[in-house]
């Protein structure tokens, strides 16, 4: 689903993240951790063609990023649901309409299997808010909110960063069901985080691996995390 | 921050009827994503309706010089004339001789004495009815119709001396042959009026459309981030844009259109203007003003937004 070959990054001056080779196979759960500013954020990004590498390649559902226009990263990005670190809504749109966004902007015809939108609401305990404009939410409301929009098309991959940070301990489990769940349906997931007692929780759930950004490299952390 | 991608949306495969046609289908999809833009769109309303305005104008001025070039040019086609005024002995054999030198006058189609009752005709409004033309001595005259390039009017005048000394070459409608050609610059500089004001509609529209894009930077990133095109995020825009700009280019054309009827007329007594007006059908053409502003609204803004978007992410 996602691979990298030697892939790096720099923003301009040196390099943020070298020589990183990984292959993330359909099905499999990861979560990546790391120091703050290690490029957590950055290696998600090269994921889900936001960034192209500045050095070596890197393959989303078989295609080269740098092979893609612009019409096929719209195309991978119904396929990749993406929680993004600052959320990014509609502030002028509803909850419930941010959430539909996904199959708004793909004429509703991508995935038959896609879930119900009510369903979804309640699932993420925002049955209650889908009226409320994104502004007048709190920091967890948009977070889950933002998972639930990425889930919704029932995407082959699902790239969260940090999706529990303002969440409560009994709600991030909540939507580490929703997760475990996806993941046993097949879905590719990757999440970013720093939350260990999440990693551990996830662990007992399902065969889940933990990658770490150290040194602007990747690694494989052992069984001990 | 990233690299440029190439886009295939610019040279997107749909044809332009089917583009425009998805312009009109009310579709809430593309509309509601893309929150409202007050001030660009007022923007927009105010330049269409202007340009409408100007437009009308334009086009009055290039179909009401066209119409005095066609008219002069038929009355110059038609008319000049030989009067010969000779003492009544000699009336006739000049006259006959005035007609055998134009016959043989290269140019010349036809040249053909006036009836009496054709004279009296003209003379009714200066001495009126029942004059007896017969019995005063009034020159006779003879019409002639050019053809081609022409005769050489002054070679023509002496052989008539020589051969008619009564005779008088009068070709003052010829006179009137660079006034045509002013005439037709005219309605050139109409049409290049009109034009312009297509051409400044669309400048404005795509700086509006350009300035609604950046203003709406971040809404962008989020639909690309969901998966949407750039047609799509592009539809929404060109869509309102289009819709605007038909707006008011209705409003500019019908207050132009009122401005137009309420000129004075210089129809008899003025002649050279002959109206700058629309008369009969040509009414029919300010009504493409409109949908020509739709027209240039739709290309201006697709092309700005495909173009704009290419530049984010
Ligand atoms: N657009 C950018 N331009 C320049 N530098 C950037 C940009 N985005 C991120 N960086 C830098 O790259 C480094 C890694 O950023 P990144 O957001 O990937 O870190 P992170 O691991 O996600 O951190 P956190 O845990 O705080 O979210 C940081 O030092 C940041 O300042
Ligand atoms: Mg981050």
């Known amino acids: ?225 | 921050m990233s690299a440029q991608r190439p886009s295939r949306g610019a040279r997107a495969s749909a044809p332009l009827h089917a583009l425009i046609a998805a312009v009109f289908r009310p579709s809430g999809r593309a509309d509601r994503v893309v929150p409202p833009t007050g001030f660009t769109a007022r923007l927009t309303v105010f330049t269409a309706a202007a340009m409408a305005f100007l437009g009308v104008f334009a086009l009055a001025l290039s179909l009401a010089t066209g119409r005095l070039a066609e008219r002069w040019g038929a009355e110059l086609a038609r008319t000049s004339t030989v009067r010969i005024s000779a003492p009544a002995g000699q009336m006739a054999a000049q006259t006959e001789a005035v007609v055998r030198v134009l016959q043989s006058t290269p140019g010349v189609r036809s040249a053909r004495v006036l009836e009496d009752d054709e004279l009296s005709a003209l003379l009714e409004p200066w001495f009126g009815p029942e004059l007896p033309v017969a019995d005063l001595p009034v020159p006779s005259l003879v019409e002639v119709i050019e053809q081609g390039e022409g005769f050489d009017a002054e070679g023509l005048r002496q052989r008539l001396a020589a051969e008619a000394p009564g005779s008088v070459l009068d070709d003052h409608t010829r006179w009137r042959r660079p006034l045509i050609d002013a005439a037709d610059r005219l309605r050139l500089l109409g049409l290049l009026s009109l034009a312009l004001i297509a051409a400044s509609t669309a400048a404005m529209i795509t700086l509006a459309a350009q300035a609604a894009l950046a203003a709406n930077a971040r809404l962008i990133s989020t639909l690309r981030l969901v998966g949407a095109r750039d047609t799509f995020i592009a539809r929404a825009f060109v869509r309102r844009f289009t819709l605007r700009a038909i707006g008011g280019a209705t409003i500019g054309t019908l207050a132009g259109g009122l401005a137009v009827l309420a000129l004075p007329s210089a129809d008899a007594a003025g002649g050279f203007l002959t109206g700058l007006g629309f008369q009969g059908w040509h009414w029919l053409w300010p009504l493409l003003i409109p949908p020509l502003a739709g027209l240039v609204a739709f290309l201006a803004t697709r092309t700005a937004a495909l173009r704009t978007l290419r530049g984010f992410k």
């Open chain 1, 1 to 225: 689903m996602i691979e990298l070959e030697n892939a790096a990054y720099s923003y301009g001056g040196a390099e943020l993240l070298s020589d990183m080779s990984l292959q993330l196979g359909a099905g499999s759960f990861h979560f990546l951790t790391g120091p703050s500013g290690a490029g957590k954020t950055t290696f998600l990004k090269l994921c889900y063609a936001e960034l192209v590498p500045s050095a070596g390649t890197v393959r989303l559902l078989g295609q080269d990023v740098r092979q893609m226009d612009r019409d096929d990263v719209a195309r991978l990005r119904r396929r990749v649901g993406v929680v993004h670190q600052d959320c990014q809504f509609l502030d002028h749109l509803s909850l419930r309409e941010n959430i539909a966004l996904p199959l708004e902007v793909s004429g509703h015809d991508m995935n038959a299997d896609s879930i119900n939108l009510d369903e979804l609401l309640g699932w993420v305990g925002l049955a209650e808010r889908a009226r409320a404009l994104p502004p007048e939410l709190s920091g967890g409301e948009r977070q889950r909110a933002a998972l639930a929009r990425a889930v919704i098309m029932s995407p082959d991959v699902i790239i969260a960063d940090e999706p529990t940070g303002n969440i409560d301990w009994e709600m991030s489990l909540r939507l580490l069901t929703l997760l475990v769940e996806l993941n046993k349906m097949g879905k590719t997931i990757v999440i970013a985080t720093h939350d260990l007692n999440l990693i551990r929780a996830t662990k007992a759930e399902v065969s889940a691996r933990v990658l770490r950004i150290a040194n602007r490299r990747l690694q494989l952390a052992g069984s001990d995390l």
